[in-house]
């Protein structure tokens, strides 16, 4: 693991233990071990509702006057600049897009600011179909802040990606970047003990069976 995604993982545990404590008080989650999660199919989505993204939030929380767009913004970009007189709110920085290595230049505003979003690694909508339905709101909301399932990314990947499962959308990685997206995919099913479609699990295989 490089120096930088130690970084980036210390940093993300702040606000991740806020988000355990949620849905720790709610209901824990911690029922699976990796490996186990790796062998589970999936049982089917017969009965469960739609997806809709409301049932996650109404946008990014805020902890202690920040919202989680920001945070990750501030731990995932370089040459960051704060708002005069905030210590939260990023107006402008460097982001090398974790998916494809592409340089993007960000400058928060209304026109500029979706050319970098926030993805969520393991998307919201297949959370929902992979056990989320069956959640308290609050475990929903927790999980949809959670950093260590979010990465700052270009808006035009973030939205070719959408809510692909990982065999679906691999993204174009090599070596120890794409073996640190596929450990984080498979750790946040694990975390919250979602059932991982059986091409999921192959996909993840593959790729850690290449991994040191």
């Given at each position: ?161 959408s809510d692909a499962s990982l065999a679906e959308y691999v993204p174009k990685l090599s070596g120890q970047s794409l ?34």
């Amino acid at each position: 693991m490089t120096r930088r995604r130690a970084k980036r993982l210390m940093a993300a545990l702040v606000v991740a233990m806020l988000a355990v404590i949620a849905y720790t008080q709610a209901g824990s989650f911690l029922t699976h071990s990796a490996p186990e999660v790796l062998e589970v199919t999936q049982t089917g989505t017969g009965g469960i509702p739609n997806y809709v993204r409301e049932e996650f939030g109404d946008g990014w929380a805020s902890t202690e006057g920040c919202d989680t767009r920001n945070r990750v913004l501030a731990r995932d970009l370089t040459q960051v600049r704060l708002a005069h007189g905030s210590d939260c709110v990023v107006v402008s920085g460097v982001l090398v897009d974790p998916y494809t290595g592409q340089r993007v230049e960000f400058e928060r505003g209304t026109i500029t600011s979706h050319e970098v979003q926030i993805d969520h690694v393991v998307s919201l909508a297949q959370a929902w179909y992979a056990g989320a339905y069956a959640w308290t709101y609050e475990q929903r909301v927790a999980f949809a802040n959670d950093q260590v399932n979010l990465l700052a990314a270009a808006g035009s990947v973030n939205a070719s990606k959408s809510d692909a499962s990982l065999a679906e959308y691999v993204p174009k990685l090599s070596g120890q970047s794409l073996c640190d997206f596929v450990t984080t995919y498979a750790h946040v099913a694990e975390t919250y003990a979602l059932t991982l479609p059986l091409a999921d699990r192959e996909v993840a295989e593959q790729v850690q069976d290449g991994c040191a």
